[in-house]
């Protein structure tokens, strides 16, 4: 184990870990990061925003999540005022500990101490079985023809055939405000197999807006995976639904294995419950990010949850060595 307090652990490094190692940093504060491995990174959500059509200067970034992480590193480790106060953990942190000083955070790479935390690693989303396998969504997915955030996605259903995936009341609202908001030429729900879980107040609004819903399983995803041109969807009872674009709404997973190891409070969904500053059940355990409970799930969000908690990490730290009065 290393000799070294470090002043904070940043567990993640999408968004919220990246924003939350340069404030850190920027604060003079040494700073601990778990980036996670290749093959870890590859579960994270970031990893897969290719495009962001929502955010000014973002437009023709490819995989702005990534870049920005490459960059703001690059920048730090380049940087003589304070490279020496970053160290960086090419692998996740697999267990935590509180301890009387600190959090003791154990990886591959060994075990480290820090006097607080801020975990950003985020959510993923669920994706829908096809004859059972993932597989044939991530061709449409990867080039922005399946998509998962009506907040970030929506407008590309402009002029488009739209199919929402998912049974549950959300997936109704989903179809319901995107319909709304671009008058698609035709909305559908696949509930691929389930059965839909509207209430009246959905029910009577997809009979108004005559979105059609089709409880049969899905068979297969049609069109050209190589170009990639999404045509629409067979089913298992034999029907075809037209669609250029695609929206699943089937929930999240919440990777807040680490909070559930110290007992911090979560949602029924997994996520973090927090203070407005991020801080969790656990004194001196923050959450940033897609996994803090009621919070947008965008870049800029995270950004904003990031400083915030490094912030108000960094207050608590300088008040700690004042003279007493």
Same mark, same amino acid.
Request: with cysteine; glycine share 8%.
């Given at each position: 184990?290393?000799? #070294?307090?470090?002043?904070?652990?940043?567990?993640?490094?999408?968004?919220?870990?990246?924003?939350?190692?340069?404030?850190?940093?920027?604060?003079?504060?040494?700073?601990?990061?778990?980036?996670?491995?290749?093959? #870890?990174?590859?579960?994270?959500?970031?990893?897969?925003?290719?495009?962001?059509?929502?955010?000014?200067?973002?437009?023709?970034?490819?995989?702005?999540?990534?870049?920005?992480?490459?960059?703001?590193?690059?920048?730090?480790?380049?940087? /003589?005022?304070?490279?020496?106060?970053?160290?960086?953990?090419?692998?996740?942190?697999?267990?935590?500990?509180?301890?009387?000083?600190?959090?003791?955070?154990?990886?591959?790479?060994?075990?480290?101490?820090?006097?607080?935390?801020?975990? @950003?690693?985020?959510?993923?989303?669920?994706?829908?079985?096809?004859?059972? /396998?993932?597989?044939?969504?991530?061709?449409?997915?990867?080039?922005?023809?399946?998509?998962? @955030?009506?907040? @970030?996605?929506?407008?590309?259903?402009?002029?488009?055939?739209?199919?929402?995936?998912?049974?549950?009341?959300?997936? !109704?609202?989903?179809?319901?405000?995107?319909? #709304?908001?671009?008058?698609?030429?035709?909305?559908?729900?696949?509930?691929?197999?389930?059965?839909?879980?509207?209430?009246? +107040?959905?029910?009577?609004?997809?009979?108004?807006?005559?979105?059609?819903?089709?409880?049969?399983?899905?068979?297969?995803?049609?069109?050209? /995976?190589?170009?990639?041109?999404? +045509?629409?969807?067979?089913?298992?009872?034999?029907?075809?639904?037209?669609?250029?674009?695609?929206?699943?709404?089937?929930?999240?997973?919440?990777?807040?294995?680490?909070?559930?190891?110290?007992?911090?409070?979560?949602?029924?969904?997994?996520?973090?419950? !927090?203070?407005?500053?991020? +801080?969790?059940?656990?004194?001196?355990?923050?959450?940033?990010?897609?996994?803090?409970?009621?919070?947008?799930?965008?870049?800029?969000?995270?950004?904003?949850?990031?400083?915030?908690?490094?912030?108000?990490?960094?207050?608590?730290?300088?008040?700690?060595?004042?003279?007493?009065?």
């Amino acid at each position: 184990m290393s000799n #070294e307090i470090y002043d904070i652990a940043v567990i993640g490094a999408g968004a919220a870990g990246t924003m939350s190692t340069l404030r850190a940093v920027l604060n003079n504060l040494k700073t601990i990061v778990f980036e996670g491995s290749g093959k #870890e990174k590859k579960k994270a959500r970031a990893t897969w925003v290719s495009e962001v059509e929502n955010m000014p200067f973002h437009f023709d970034v490819k995989k702005p999540i990534t870049f920005a992480h490459k960059n703001t590193f690059s920048w730090i480790e380049n940087n /003589e005022l304070y490279q020496d106060k970053l160290t960086r953990v090419k692998a996740a942190a697999n267990n935590i500990k509180k301890t009387d000083q600190g959090f003791l955070i154990t990886s591959k790479k060994g075990e480290f101490l820090a006097k607080y935390v801020v975990l @950003c690693t985020g959510i993923m989303d669920k994706q829908p079985l096809i004859n059972g /396998e993932m597989d044939p969504v991530f061709p449409y997915a990867n080039k922005n023809k399946i998509l998962y @955030c009506l907040r @970030c996605d929506g407008h590309l259903s402009k002029e488009k055939d739209t199919v929402v995936i998912g049974s549950n009341n959300g997936a !109704c609202w989903q179809a319901i405000m995107l319909f #709304e908001r671009y008058n698609n030429p035709s909305m559908t729900i696949l509930t691929n197999g389930e059965t839909l879980q509207s209430t009246p +107040e959905t029910q009577k609004l997809l009979e108004h807006y005559d979105i059609k819903v089709n409880e049969s399983p899905i068979l297969s995803i049609d069109g050209d /995976e190589k170009t990639p041109l999404l +045509e629409g969807f067979t089913l298992k009872d034999g029907s075809k639904v037209a669609a250029q674009l695609a929206l699943v709404g089937l929930g999240q997973i919440a990777y807040n294995d680490l909070a559930l190891h110290l007992g911090a409070e979560v949602q029924a969904n997994g996520n973090v419950l !927090c203070s407005e500053k991020g +801080e969790s059940s656990v004194d001196g355990f923050y959450v940033a990010g897609d996994l803090r409970a009621n919070k947008k799930n965008q870049i800029y969000t995270s950004w904003d949850m990031a400083v915030d908690s490094v912030d108000h990490i960094d207050a608590k730290i300088r008040t700690s060595k004042r003279p007493a009065s």
